[in-house]
């Protein structure tokens, strides 16, 4: 695992101690804060008009999330539909955008969680549906279960008439290189281009980002609707070429998705067997919720200590039901944005950002 430069994660910690929450101004507004991944995200290796292109993005996502609060939706309806932006967007590590496994394949995973109720949706190695976070709701209503996998999930999407497209709609050229060049440099077999793909660009792709930005990125969204509840939603590609059908934490209730009104809401992203040994989405709600402690500090208390004990990389956000928002990461980096009712939005990518 490559790690931060010496000295950047107790200056991201030092930066987290001081910007890492907002308060939504009086109970009854809403508000929202997402993410699009955290990894080894630097100004001096990113491309300019990428890092705009990613803001971009981000504060699209943001105003799809938004537009439904305002106008009194709920958190629910709210982190899908600003997830499903990020899922349409091949910057990120989702959707059109997400990685592929060693065999050439997209695998995603999502999960859904509201806390009002309790009630969970999850999904794993999703092949066909173009919406995974619409797919993890869809379990979460209309089945008994919380959690579904492989060709299950892809049956019950075809049943639940989710919108289902062919393995070519998520294909990138800069992923598809991105997966031949760590291949090479592990030694492992090229599989054959995807079938439906474009035809392969005679000129070398140029590294429009840092190599390793999204080798465990995922996006995710938390909010709060003026009713008081809270919601969490996370959907990935997983890891760059993984094998043996590997799942994350992002699908794990608990790990890299949590959300309950008695605490808090939670997305994480980072190298999810971490995240999954640390259960890192309710352990943060766990302070909250029994040592009252304020978000922020628990959600740093999770990160730059009990995730870096373990030399874990990686971030979350999260949101209480009384406004409270943060975002923690022991990383170079992390794609992110929030936004309270009545305030303006605020877009961050690095470390010494706020």
Do not use: W
């Given at each position: 695992m490559r790690r931060?430069?010496?000295?950047?994660?107790g200056a991201v910690m030092a930066l987290s101690a001081v910007t890492a929450a907002a308060q939504a101004k009086t109970q009854g507004h809403w508000a929202m804060v997402l993410h699009g991944g955290a990894g080894i995200i630097e100004r001096a290796s990113m491309n300019p008009q990428t890092e705009a292109d990613y803001r971009a993005a981000l504060k699209q996502a943001l105003e799809a999330g938004t537009?439904?609060?305002?106008?009194?939706?709920?958190?629910?309806?709210?982190?899908?539909?600003?997830?499903?932006?990020?899922?349409?967007?091949?910057?990120?590590?989702?959707?059109?955008?997400?990685?592929?496994?060693?065999?050439?394949k997209i695998q995603l995973d999502a999960a859904i969680m509201d806390g009002a109720t309790l009630r969970a949706g999850a999904v794993a190695d999703v092949t066909h549906t173009r919406y995974t976070i619409s797919l993890a709701r869809a379990v979460m209503e209309k089945t008994p279960f919380v959690f579904l996998a492989g060709a299950g999930a892809d049956e019950f999407?075809?049943?639940?008439?989710?919108?289902?497209?062919?393995?070519?709609?998520?294909f990138t050229e800069r992923r598809w290189q991105s997966l031949v060049k760590q291949l090479k440099k592990e030694g492992?077999?090229?599989p054959p281009r995807p079938?439906?793909?474009?035809?392969?660009?005679?000129?070398?792709?140029?590294?429009?980002?840092?190599?390793?930005?999204?080798?465990?990125?995922?996006?995710g969204?938390?909010?709060l609707d003026r009713a008081g509840n809270i919601a969490a939603g996370t959907s990935t590609g997983g890891t760059q070429a993984k094998r043996w059908g590997r799942v994350g934490d992002s699908p794990v209730i608990g790990a890299?998705?949590?959300?309950?009104?008695?605490?808090?809401?939670?997305?994480?992203?980072?190298?999810?067997?971490y995240f999954i040994r640390l259960t890192v989405a309710r352990e943060v709600c766990a302070l909250v919720e029994y040592k009252n402690m304020p978000l922020r500090a628990a959600a740093d208390e999770v990160i730059h200590t009990e995730l870096a004990a373990l030399h874990g990389d990686g971030g979350l956000i999260a949101i209480t039901p009384d406004g409270q928002l943060a975002w923690s990461f022991n990383t170079p980096g992390m794609y992110r944005a929030r936004q309270v009712e009545g305030g303006t939005i605020e877009v961050g990518i690095y470390a010494d950002e706020p």
């Open positions: 931060a430069k010496t000295g950047m994660v537009a439904v609060l305002d106008r009194g939706g709920s958190s629910l309806d709210a982190v899908e539909a600003a997830i499903r932006v990020m899922e349409d967007n091949p910057l990120f590590n989702a959707g059109r955008g997400a990685v592929f496994t060693a065999d050439g999407s075809r049943q639940a008439g989710l919108e289902q497209v062919d393995q070519s709609f998520f492992l077999p090229i079938e439906g793909a474009p035809p392969e660009p005679k000129e070398p792709m140029a590294e429009i980002e840092p190599e390793e930005a999204h080798k465990f990125g995922t996006v969204v938390v909010a890299g998705t949590y959300a309950s009104n008695q605490s808090c809401a939670v997305s994480a992203t980072g190298t999810g067997e």
